[in-house]
Structures are given as C-alpha cells and as structure tokens.
C-alpha cells in the first residue's frame, strides 16, 4: 500500500504559527531524530481527532516499553498478516490492563510488513486503543494520532509526539473541557488554549487523559 | 600542536556527521518528493521509479458489486452505478492529463476469491480474502465499506476513511502488478457522525489514486499551514499540490480550481510520458515541459545534501505556477551492510537484518540530484526544508523523518525553460556546516594516496588558489 496519512487540521488559531513553525520544526525534528524513524501504519485516511475524541474511542490506554513486536499471521485467517505487539505496562491511564499487554493490528502496506510498522522491542510508548473486533484486531485511536512516541527532549524532560506531530491534538479542546467542566491547572490551560504543533510534555499529555478519561 | 587540534576537531564533527547522517538514512526506505517508490539494487531497475506498466494500459481494476453508501438501517445514499461513476471520475482525474500517458479501466466486479464468492464485499472476511487476491496480484479491487462494517472487523478506529496502494510489485521490472483502494462510505452517508463533503470525499480519494498510480507527496505553498484552515488564500490554493499530505485547505474543486495543481500535472507526466505519436486527446511531453536539474551541494561545492525542497516557480505566477522535488529522491542512503550479519559468512534475510532498504539507488552521485519538468516560462528556484511533521504516514522525501536545510540559500534569477530543453542548475548551500564522509572523497581518491581528508583540504586549497 502507498504512504499516506491524510490528515484535516482544522481551526488552527495561526497568526501566532508562521513564527512557531520554524521553532517548532527545530524542536519536533530533535525529538523525533532521538525517537527513530516514525513509520506508521501507512495508506490510510484519517479524520483528524482531537484528544478528547480519541480518549473516548480508546479502550484502554497504556504506557510501556515494548517487549516484542512481529509479523504473523493471524490465527484464523492465515492469508491475512497482522502486526502483534506485546508493551511492558508501566502506567494505565484507562481501562483494565495487567503487566503486559498485547495486541494484534491489521496492517496493508507492503513496508508495514518488512518494518513492524515502525514499532521495536524498547521502544517507549503512550498508546490510546481502540476495543478489538470480533476477529481480536485493534489499532490506536484515529491510527497514527493515538500513538505516542516518548523521549527526551534535549532539555532532559520526557515529551510525546504523535506521527502528526501532534497537529490538531488540542483542536477545539478547551471549549470541550469547559463545557464539561473539567477544570485545568493554569499549565494546562496553557497548552489546550494556545496549542502548537510539536511535542508536548509526556506529565502535562497524562494529565490531560486521566482528566478525559475521567469526565466520561 | 594547534593544527593538530584543529585536525582532530575536523575528525569530530566528521565523526558526528557521519553518525548522525547513519541515524538518518538508515532509517530511510525511500520514497520520494515525486515518485513513491524508487528501484534499488536488486529489486526494480536501480534508480527508476516503480509505474504501472506503460505498455499493458490501461490499468485494470474490479468495483466491489455494492453500494458505495448506506446507512445503518440499511437505506442506499450511494448506489452501486454511482460509486462505479464517482470511482472513474476520480481515476479520469489522472488520465485526462494530456501529457501522461496513464489510462484506467474498470473491468468489471471483483473476482471471486474463497470463501468470498462474490457480491458486495460487505464483511471483514470478505474483504481479508480478497485483499490477498490483490496481494497474489490477481486482481485491483475497488472496495465499498458502505456502512464502515468492514473496517470495524478489520478493528480500525472510527475515523478512517479509506487507504489505498499498491499490492504487489514485479521487483524484476520495477512495476506495479496490482492495487487496491478502499472507500469508507460512512462519511457519506449524510447520517452519521463527521461526515464530509462530497469534494472533501473526492478530493482525499482523488490524492489516494494518485499514490495508487505511483505518486508520493509534495510540499510547495507550505506557508499555507499559518493559516485559518479551509480558508486558503486562493493564489496558494492553486498552486497547492493535491499530493500535499496534509488536507488543511479547502477542496481544490469546492474553489472553482482543477483538481490537479501544476505539480501534480507534472509528475504523472514525468512518470507515465507521453512519446511517439501521442494518441487522441494527448500531448508529447517533450513539447509541453521542459526541465530544470542539477545537484544541491554544500558550501564546499562538493558534498552532495539530500532531503532539501526545491521548488521551481514560474516568474509573474509564483504562488500559482510551480513544481517541486527533494533533492536526492532516487537515492537510498540505506544500502545495507554485512558485517554485523550473525552470519556474515552467508548474508541472507535470515542471517542478516540489517541487507538496507530494497528501495532507491545506491548510486551516489545521485545524493543530491533534483529533476523538475515544468511548462516553458522563466522560473526561479529556491529551496526550503520539509516541514519536519510530515514524517511517518504523511512522509515527504526520501529522508524521515525529514532534516532542516543545512544552510541558506538566494533564488536563483530566473531562467528561461523551453520544452523538450533542459537547464542544468546545481544549487550551492551558503553557511553549511563541513562536511566528510565516505561519498565526498571518492571523487578524490587516487592510488596511495594520503588519507581522504588530508587530500580535500589540498584539493580545496587548490581550487582556491585556481
């Protein structure tokens, strides 16, 4: 399958984002030089989703280091290739997951196959999934957006970044959590209120899920 | 003993250079700012983009038998003949270009394949089955999920809208054997939740085809991501590729624009060229475009810098007229490696995980080339990063993720572009930082000769004293 993640990024406030772009370039591309290649699930069209949609379309969403993660045919259907990943559970920020979790994703894409869909054993991960189909497949809320590679930034903090580098992540969001009368931290307030594009601060993203995942 | 210091300081960052430019490329199957796939040393012609075989069009592909749209009680939005309709609208979007020499053809329904026996593809087992038709490379199937059933088996999250590539590739020939195309009808369904516009829906599918024919994205107007989205300034619009990898502006068509900008024109024509005798309703290429080419090379004159933008823009349309590439888009700089093979002695994918990307040339004088077909007019060319977020799925070049432009530089005056002519500009980058690594010296080796970069420093002084 060809490359390809069509994303929407709508409602952009952006006067401000001329000059952040180059800044922010800068800093996604340390981030993501630090974090590998980002290849992801590859072809596909997505709506772009906010943080609270894709918290309310995941089951269960966990941070961990990769264990495993292969191609293998799926148990049943043994023409169709699927991508199993198995994380070392480290935090869960929603639903019910033991010391490891695994799960099974259907993959298209021909380079999908030969690369794991970018995903490698130590590789530390915030991942928001979807319930599995009847078949036992699964794939992260909204694909690409709903995976969260975690690194360091070159000041030493822990920071996350989607593939979309976290474009649209904050769209709309402090209207959505007014209105269901979250309240933020004036920190948070900051980030959902005048969001750029690039990544955010690993403890500032898990607050804003729990708070989410919370509101339901 | 401050020369020597000096000299160990030159071998740092060289170190650190080639370090860094390992991390990068190794990570780098290639794609490129033109073509999605490029042959490499043992799979495809080395250096030559994979296409759909010009000689066997047109590219035949089978429309799932269903509806393209229903809701979930079941009532049709879209039926069957008007999403065979909107489907060939979406490939004739390509093949009316006159100057490319691609053509599509429905040839009927899909193809059973056991245990799915025909009729609407509707279910996820269906659909699994016949997804590995396309991957025997049996069959190009059009696939209708009218009611998002499918990709819910498939356990993909809400909002997909479809995917769509190539399955399978004849890696003697470099082409493309079979594709496949899925369509979400849900977000036409006029019901359910996030629905899009009949344009928005054409427009993201009339992008996916063009993956489908061979196309990777482009990045030219990226000014545009500074702006209120669906509410592009129309001069960036119309220059806007359909290839862009972000749906930021509003449909192309929805504006009163082709679908196509300029540089989507350009590319399906640099890939499928229209030679010979051009049939009905078709153009030579070489009498439509011209081309300007040339390397982007560091400071030094030498050193070869892939992933840059270039972008050729056409003096008096700037915004509105103009094509681009990233430098070195037929290069991997992956080529693999043996030596950390478990056994070496026997280098084989089982041995060895580390063989490099199957994709791109490992033909080094190719690092830094860029290649543009443009209309005639006089352009100027100017360069700029990939915008560092398109990386992953939404990926631009060869590099990913992408790096910034090593250092500056003026558009060139502008150059006069005559079809069927080439101009040849290499674009030298001012302020990079120096540069060594195994390509640059090559050119400078010679038999018993002093290490490679003790030489560069002579061969520089040299061509200074020159």
């Known amino acids: 399958m060809s490359v390809h993640t069509f994303i929407a990024v709508r409602g952009w406030t952006a006067s401000r984002l001329r000059k952040q772009l180059f800044q922010a370039g800068c800093v996604l591309l340390l981030v993501v030089l630090a974090a590998g290649s980002l290849p992801a699930q590859r072809g596909a069209i997505t709506l772009p989703q906010n943080l609270d949609k894709l918290v309310e379309e995941a089951a269960i969403i966990v941070r961990g280091h990769v264990v495993s993660a292969g191609v293998e045919p799926h148990p049943e259907l043994a023409n169709l290739s699927t991508l199993v990943v198995t994380l070392r559970v480290e935090e869960t920020l929603k639903g019910q997951a033991s010391s490891t979790f695994t799960f099974r994703q259907f993959i298209w894409d021909v380079r999908d196959r030969f690369d794991d869909a970018g995903y490698y054993k130590g590789q530390h991960l915030l991942l928001l999934m979807i319930k599995p189909s009847a078949l036992g497949l699964s794939s992260p809320a909204g694909l690409e957006q709903g995976r969260f590679r975690i690194v360091r930034n070159p000041e030493g903090n822990l920071v996350a970044v989607n593939s979309h580098g976290n474009a649209g992540l904050f769209h709309e969001l402090a209207p959505q959590l007014r209105a269901k009368g979250v309240p933020l931290a004036p920190r948070l307030a900051a980030l959902v209120e005048q969001p750029t594009p690039g990544p955010v601060p690993l403890d500032d993203l898990r607050k804003l899920i729990r708070l989410l995942a919370g509101s339901k | ?466």
């Open chain 2, 1 to 466: 003993m401050k020369r020597l210091l000096n000299r160990c300081r030159s071998i740092g960052r060289a170190a650190a250079a080639l370090t860094t430019c390992g991390l990068l490329l190794c990570q780098s199957p290639v794609q490129a700012g033109g073509p999605i796939r490029v042959g490499g040393a043992t799979f495809g012609i080395q250096g030559q983009p994979f296409v759909w075989d010009p000689a066997a069009m047109p590219v035949k592909y089978r429309v799932d038998p269903g509806p393209l749209s229903k809701r979930p009680d079941g009532t049709v939005v879209i039926d069957h003949a008007a999403g065979v309709a909107r489907v060939k609208s979406l490939f004739d979007t390509w093949q009316n270009v006159p100057t490319a020499a691609i053509s599509y053809g429905n040839i009927g329904d899909i193809l059973p394949a056991p245990p799915y026996t025909g009729g609407p593809v509707g279910t996820a087992q269906n659909f699994i089955a016949v997804f590995a038709s396309c991957d025997a490379g049996t069959q190009s199937p059009i696939i209708f999920d009218a009611d998002g059933s499918i990709f819910g088996g498939l356990g993909l999250p809400r909002g997909v809208i479809g995917f769509a590539g190539a399955c399978k590739l004849d890696p003697v020939n470099g082409r493309f054997v079979s594709g496949l195309a899925a369509l979400n009808g849900r977000f036409q369904d006029g019901f359910s939740a996030s629905q899009l516009t009949a344009a928005e829906f054409d427009h993201a599918f009339a992008h996916e085809f063009g993956h489908f024919s061979g196309l990777d994205h482009s990045q030219i107007n990226v000014n545009v991501l500074s702006g209120q989205p669906r509410a592009c300034n129309l001069d960036d619009l119309a220059g806007l590729p359909l290839m862009f990898p972000i749906l930021f502006c509003q449909a192309r068509s929805a504006a009163g624009l082709p679908v196509l900008a300029p540089d989507d024109m350009a590319w399906i024509s640099r890939l499928y060229p229209v030679t010979g005798s051009p049939p009905p309703g078709k153009t030579l290429t070489s009498s439509a475009y011209g081309t300007i080419s040339g390397k982007v090379l560091f400071t030094d004159g030498i050193t070869q810098a892939q992933g840059v933008n270039v972008i050729a823009r056409q003096v008096g349309s700037p915004r509105t007229i103009a094509v681009s590439v990233v430098s070195g888009y037929l290069f991997t700089g992956n080529p693999g490696q043996t030596v950390t093979c478990l056994d070496p002695s026997n280098p084989t994918t089982a041995t060895c995980a580390n063989l490099g990307s199957r994709f791109g040339s490992h033909n080094p004088a190719l690092i830094g080339q860029y290649e543009i077909l443009l209309p005639p007019g006089n352009y100027t060319v100017e360069v700029e990063s990939v915008f560092a977020a398109f990386a992953g799925g939404s990926r631009l070049g060869p590099l990913d993720p992408p790096i910034p432009v090593p250092g500056t530089f003026a558009n060139t005056g502008p150059m006069s572009v005559s079809a069927g002519a080439m101009v040849v500009q290499d674009i030298t980058l001012q302020g990079t930082p120096q540069r060594f690594d195994a390509f640059e010296s090559a050119a400078l080796q010679a038999p018993a000769a002093p290490m490679a970069w003790l030489r560069r420093e002579e061969f520089l002084t040299e061509k200074r004293r020159a």
